[in-house]
């Protein structure tokens, strides 16, 4: 069975420039992810869809982020205009929906750093 | 304000000894504890968890604790293996509303030594 995959596995822009990350989760899982790793800290909640809605976007840093699920498989990541702050690693994770706590896939992530 | 703290950025065990990871978290709606363990340039990998009604759990040479009263977990390996190096990241959720998203801590890097 195929994990979670995420493309790019790296990325390099400049500051001002616009970036569309892609997640694949687990087929079959309703539950997406997407979390921000920087300079080494702790792994940060982005959002959090549920099929194709947004079920909690309570960490998208600003309005610079757009996430989006269209059909409830894959999901896109854009960020437009990158600022140099947006650096780190974009984790997506995928589970199952049973209304009660599932365990949560990785995907390798995408490092994004913006120059 | 972090709500998981892992306040030991690096431990370096030798092969065979016991490897203690601790945890510390303050939001008491946390309900549900989990570590992960990321290897360079992959993803995390689910390693063991614990629900808030019980006080430990074991699986192989993992096993994990839970001091309710103190916010506290913490993981042991033993015996430890030059394999279990690696970052182990502490997480915790809680149910908000129908939403679960995990908080985790800044990681511990574990250094197995042969």
């Known amino acids: 069975e195929a994990g979670v995959t995420q493309f790019p596995s790296h990325s390099v822009i400049e500051k001002g420039q616009t970036v569309t990350l892609r997640c694949d989760p687990i087929s079959g899982h309703d539950n997406l992810y997407w979390y921000r790793r920087v300079m080494g800290k702790e792994i940060k909640f982005l959002l959090h869809f549920v099929k194709e809605s947004k079920q909690d976007e309570s960490g998208m840093p600003n309005n610079r982020f757009l996430a989006e699920r269209t059909g409830g498989t894959y999901s896109t990541l854009k960020v437009q205009p990158a600022e140099l702050e947006d650096s780190g690693v974009y984790f997506c994770?995928?589970?199952?929906?049973?209304?009660?706590?599932?365990?949560?896939?990785f995907g390798p992530g995408t490092r994004l750093t913006v120059l | 304000d972090q709500q998981v703290k892992q306040n030991s950025p690096s431990l370096s065990v030798q092969e065979g000894r016991i490897s203690i990871l601790n945890c510390d978290y303050t939001?008491?709606?946390?309900?549900?504890f989990l570590w992960y363990k990321k290897y360079p340039a992959e993803g995390p990998t689910f390693l063991i968890s614990i629900s808030s009604i019980k006080d430990k759990n074991e699986d192989g040479r993992f096993t994990v604790f839970l001091n309710k009263s103190a916010k506290h977990l913490s993981l042991h390996i033993v015996p430890s293996q030059p394999g279990d190096s690696a970052v182990y990241f502490c997480?915790?959720?809680?149910?908000?509303?129908?939403?679960?998203?995990?908080?985790f801590g800044s990681g511990t890097q574990l250094t197995v030594l042969p």
């Open positions: 939001n008491s709606m946390f309900d549900y």
């Open positions: 994770a995928s589970s199952i929906w049973t209304g009660a706590y599932n365990e949560q896939f």
């Open positions: 997480a915790a959720s809680g149910f908000s509303g129908s939403a679960r998203q995990l908080t």
